[in-house]
């Protein structure tokens, strides 16, 4: 059975894939239970289907009155059938706040920007600033399965980053050790973030939504090596440190 007639079985949720091989899950109902359920189906019919895949939780086509959202128990049902939430696309107060408090990244909602229209011309005004975090420093190892997220900064890690485990980052990313698990930098479009490792054993390297899988990375000639990672365009450019 193939994916697209795996979604195609009036879901409680949608699944679109994106160009940077992470999954966007569009909730139309708020029912963990079912969701559940039909997550479990899905694995059954597919063992393999999902299988650690990155996810993209969108919240803000959720009908209102459905009762507040346990974003904590949405996540664990998730990484429960192999989907691992790497940020929250919101645009409700609550839904917000409640990403934040999980130290999860929040992205605008799908469609068009819209703003009304004054009639009346204002000044020209500066832009604000955007927020600068201070480095996220790392000292112990990151296992697989865990997710370190610098938001708004650098990350920076001073340990080895086993197979499984996910490092994003607004900013550059510095591992200063052997790195075997995802490295994620510039998440939200800084196409100027940066990788760079002591030792090249990715899962996989992205910037600003252009990526690099393991198979692609394992034939680079600098595998195993320290390397520095930029972005030229829409290509990964993989250079020795």
């Given at each position: 059975m193939s994916q697209a007639d795996l979604l195609a079985q009036d879901p409680v949720f949608q699944l679109k894939g994106s160009m940077l091989a992470i999954t966007v899950m569009e909730l139309a109902y708020n029912d963990l239970e079912r969701l559940d359920q039909q997550l479990s189906e899905k694995v059954a019919q597919a063992p393999a289907f999902f299988g650690n895949t990155p996810?993209?939780?969108?919240?803000?086509?959720?009908?209102?009155?459905?009762?507040?959202?346990?974003?904590?128990?949405?996540?664990?049902?998730?990484?429960?059938?192999?989907?691992?939430?790497?940020?929250?696309?919101?645009?409700?107060?609550?839904?917000?706040?409640?990403?934040?408090a999980l130290?999860?990244?929040?992205?605008?909602?799908?469609?068009?920007?819209?703003?009304?229209?004054?009639?009346?011309?204002?000044?020209?005004?500066?832009?604000?600033e955007p927020e600068v975090r201070p480095s996220k420093i790392i000292t112990s190892p990151v296992r697989g399965g865990q997710q370190v997220y610098a938001q708004g900064g650098d990350l920076i890690v001073l340990a080895p980053v086993s197979a499984g485990a996910e490092l994003l980052a607004d900013g550059n990313i510095h591992v200063y050790a052997p790195m075997r698990g995802r490295a994620l930098a510039g998440i939200?479009?800084?196409?100027?973030?940066?990788?760079?490792?002591?030792?090249?054993?990715?899962?996989?390297?992205?910037?600003?939504?252009?990526?690099?899988?393991?198979?692609?990375?394992?034939r680079d000639p600098l595998w195993g090596e320290a390397v520095h990672v930029s972005l030229s365009g829409d290509v990964l450019n993989i250079t020795r440190l």
């Open positions: 996810l993209v939780l969108a919240l803000d086509k959720l009908p209102e009155g459905e009762g507040s959202l346990d974003l904590a128990a949405l996540m664990a049902v998730c990484r429960k059938h192999g989907l691992r939430t790497l940020a929250v696309r919101a645009n409700r107060a609550e839904h917000i706040a409640a990403s934040e130290d999860l990244p929040v992205l605008p909602p799908s469609g068009a920007r819209e703003r009304s229209l004054d009639s009346a011309p204002k000044a020209p005004h500066k832009p604000a939200k479009g800084n196409a100027k973030a940066r990788i760079f490792c002591q030792q090249m054993g990715a899962e996989l390297f992205s910037i600003a939504g252009q990526y690099k899988v393991a198979e692609d990375l394992r």
